[in-house]
């Protein structure tokens, strides 16, 4: 089966970030199947294009056995919102060139965000003459929905209402709509833009093979001088949406414990604005540890006591499942969700993984991290559970298999209507 996937952020060997299609692209080449992945040359979380890509429309290689093509993504992504426009925009124009050139799919996956990878999808699955292929449009995060309600999008202007047009759009040409979370299914439902049978629910998972639980006192909490605070890490972006504010009021809370230490390990447009800030006022029971390939991911995660999950105090993120909390719980670490809806009744109720504290509340994740801090066998059998609920529902392997399946299936049926 020849597999196309449209995914803008796909990792480059080393780049920190969400691995989620680098090992379902290898999991499918290495089941025999033709995939390729045609994605952007700016890492979203450095914001920079490595000098291979610069000023290159697209750049062809390999990653073991999955091609990949390199889309010219314009560098202003990490410079404004408008920036980060005008870098979907040019993005959407050079793999709509690619989707032309690149071989004929029998099924095509355009995931989203952003937004606009449903129309060079559109195109390489629906948009040529003679054969036409399956489509997976797939919803990662709810846009433009996300942009409006985290104040990026005004709700009435011209650009949103043409976006919530691409988006029925994409949810309409589409052959299958895939979900990341329970919510999204909802919200597709309520606002009538697909049928359940046109839904299909694979969600974000972890790779238990990469973490796994591993000793605490490792060369992580050794380089970063550590010792034997109790440490909360935050891993993920430092944008906008991620509201890290809260970790710093948070630390100004908890600033007369010596013995308590939030670190974070990530990258974003927020990052240096808050390390200025938490240096200015004198906390150093905050740390901010930068980016790190996903390979050292899981001694960050082993070394800290508490893995946390935070997001703006918005209403749409009450449906999203943040990557991250799949990967603390995959190396037995508790975590602390200061998330509301899905994400809390995952880890809280469904996985019994970990605390929830409101968002953007910080007397609340002090006293939740205090509480942590306060409760050894509490935080392992939190740990343990969280580890089992993983192996049974959120294996990377097992998720890939579930998602071939559909794709298979998609391209049986597409088959038997060109015969008819």
């Known amino acids: 089966m020849k597999i196309v996937v449209f995914y803008q952020h796909y990792l480059t060997k080393g780049a920190p970030g969400g691995s989620r299609y680098n090992e379902f692209a290898r999991l499918w080449a290495e089941a025999g199947h033709d995939v390729t992945v045609i994605t952007g040359t700016l890492n979203h979380t450095t914001g920079k294009v490595p000098e291979a890509y610069r000023g290159k429309w697209w750049v062809r290689e390999t990653d073991g056995k999955v091609k990949v093509w390199r889309c010219y993504v314009p560098p202003t992504y990490a410079s404004n919102y408008a920036g980060r426009m005008w870098s979907f925009f040019g993005f959407t124009l050079s793999t709509a060139t690619a989707a032309l050139m690149c071989q004929r799919a029998d099924v095509v996956i355009a995931t989203s965000p952003p937004l606009t990878i449903a129309i060079p999808g559109w195109i390489a699955a629906k948009g040529r003459l ?34 919530y047009r691409l988006e029925r759009w994409a949810i309409e040409t589409a052959d299958k709509v895939n979900v990341l979370t329970p919510a999204f299914r909802d919200d597709l439902l309520r606002r009538e833009l697909a049928d359940d049978d046109k839904i299909v629910f694979i969600p974000n998972s972890a790779d238990v093979g990469l973490f796994t639980p591993g000793p605490r006192d490792n060369a992580v909490r050794r380089e970063f001088g550590w010792g034997d605070k109790f440490v909360v890490l935050y891993a993920g972006a430092h944008g906008r949406a991620n509201a890290l504010q809260q970790l710093l009021e948070t630390a100004e809370l908890l600033r007369a414990r010596k013995d308590i230490l939030i670190a974070t390990v990530g990258d974003g447009t927020e990052r240096k604005r808050l390390a200025e800030l938490a240096a200015s006022r004198g906390l150093d029971n905050l740390m901010f540890c930068g980016s790190t390939p996903k390979e050292r991911m899981p001694e960050f995660v082993n070394a800290a006591d508490v893995g946390a999950a935070v997001l703006q105090n918005n209403p749409t993120f009450k449906t999203v499942w943040p990557n991250k909390v799949f990967d603390y719980m995959a190396c037995a670490r508790p975590t602390l969700v200061a998330i509301d809806g899905v994400a809390r009744k995952l880890v809280c109720e469904d996985a019994k993984a970990g605390v929830y504290a409101e968002p953007e509340n910080a007397p609340a994740i002090a006293a939740a991290i205090l509480g942590l801090a306060g409760d050894e066998a509490g935080r392992n059998r939190m740990g343990r559970a969280g580890r089992a609920w993983v192996m049974a529902n959120a294996q990377r392997e097992v998720l890939a298999s579930k998602y071939l399946d559909i794709l298979t299936q998609l391209v049986s049926q597409e088959s038997s209507g060109s015969e008819t």
């Open 130 to 163: 003679r054969k036409r292929s399956g489509l997976v449009f797939e919803i990662r995060d709810l846009w433009p929905e996300s942009a409006v309600t985290t104040g990026v999008l005004s709700e009435r202007s011209p650009l949103t209402r043409a976006l």
